[in-house]
């Protein structure tokens, strides 16, 4: 009887020393190695939200969209965990409307969501609903990036003029 | 001969902002890695809860 427990014990062990290890290499942005490591907890715990987030994000930090967009197509089960992720992979790789779908469908009012909206509509050429999106962004971000987002908003502006859009546009501070 | 000059509108400057939003869920990781350093929810009395909390013994 207390073979299955002892067995199970050390799977957790197992997982926890692995985990240790995707501590060490997410620190210093090892992603190959984390892919490495993320995958072995899964190969032990197919079910390891954890671990398959990590591992798409490192595959997202290595530029590899496709790759991480397929991971996530083939595992339904964790994919409710990554929507922003599948998004912006989709993004990247230039499927404007499928990365408006999903995020459209994303449950969340999440800040990021409106970013990465914002981006996709400006890429899309609505330009009016970008400019409002990060117009409203703007009133409620507070952090480092707000000079990158004003810069995001003249480039807006600009293309809402050369569309010939009669949109007032605020000044930009 | 070459056209003279004129000016085009440029391609305007845009940053990829949405990407800082992806990152690892490193306390999630953490916890699991039993390094949170968190204080666990249970408050363990004196020395052996310290000593608990240090270990990630007490975690979960």
């Not at chain 2, 939003?21 to 929810?41: F, N, R």
Request: glycine content about 6%; hydrophobic content about 35%; some cysteine.
């Amino acid at each position: 009887m207390t073979t299955p427990t002892a067995a199970q014990q050390k799977k957790e062990q197992e997982k926890q020393a692995l985990y240790v290890e995707l501590q060490k290499f997410c620190q210093s942005q090892d992603d190959t190695r984390a892919i490495k490591v993320a995958s072995k907890i899964l190969h032990l715990f197919p079910n390891d939200e954890v671990a398959f987030k990590t591992k798409i994000v490192c595959h997202v930090n290595r530029g590899m969209f496709a790759e991480a967009l397929s991971l996530i197509n083939d595992t339904s089960k964790l994919s409710g965990s990554v929507q922003y992720e599948k998004a912006y992979c989709l993004y990247r790789l230039q499927r404007m409307e499928e990365a408006k779908s999903v995020l459209d469908s994303w449950q969340s009012n999440s800040f990021k969501k409106v970013e990465l909206m914002y981006q996709i509509h400006y890429r899309l050429d609505n330009f009016e609903s970008a400019y409002d999106s990060l117009s409203d962004l703007l009133k409620t971000s507070d952090d480092e990036m707000d000079d990158e987002r004003r810069t995001n908003l003249s480039a807006i502006a600009a293309s809402l003029k050369l569309a010939g859009s009669s949109r007032r546009v605020k000044d930009i501070q | 001969i070459p056209p003279p000059m004129r000016p085009i509108p440029c391609k305007p400057l845009f940053f990829d902002l949405a990407g800082n939003h992806i990152s690892y869920p490193m306390d999630e990781i953490e916890e699991k890695a039993g390094t949170s350093k968190k204080s666990p929810k249970k408050e363990g009395g004196g020395i052996t809860g310290l000593v608990k909390g240090l270990w990630g013994w007490g975690g979960k």
